[in-house]
């Protein structure tokens, strides 16, 4: 009996207690991503990689497996990859553009770059290169800071300050909790979810213990 409650907790914790991998909610279509970081109050970041680009790999293997990476990225940030090849579209101040012109758009001059935006497609710039996970993550830190305005990225690092991620309720429609459970793999409805950064849809007043709860209005 012993071993089989040590088995238990074993696969309990196994399933309820580690996030998955952050790679496993990467988008690739930008449109869809930018729904859902408006539906869930995040950010945006868009990632131009290349098939051929060796450092595009690096970053998701080194960065983007990091875990305090995927608790920032889960919570405040819809992350998306694209690449010039493909043939899917997006529409940025009511044009369409393909992925390709995008790369020229924003002046993506090599791979991997990251773009940040928030909800109404404000840019928070565009920046070229592999990036390590402490200047990633000081980045990450510095668009949710809320007075970034006031303070440049070089004084915001050395200065040292830190912020962290928010706990928040969103209340939304049944139809854009419908888009979400069909589009945004972060969105579960679960009472207790598996993963510990999930967007919860929880219609109970005693919800979990996540960042992020969603609630039909």
Known sequence: MRNKIFIFFILFISVFSFSEPISNYVFTDIDT??????????????????????????FKENVLTDDEISEWLKTEYVFTEINPTSSRKATFGGKQYTYSQLYGGFGVRGTPSFLFMDQNENSFGILPGYLEKENFLQILMYIKYENNNDISLDDFISQNLKVSVSKRIIYLSQDDIDFLMKYDPNTVELKYSKDLYSNVVSADKDFPDNYVVIKKK
């Open 33 to 58: 991503a930018k729904k859902v970081a408006s539906l869930t109050d995040k950010y945006l970041i868009i990632m131009f990689s290349s098939d051929s680009c060796i450092y595009c790999k690096k």
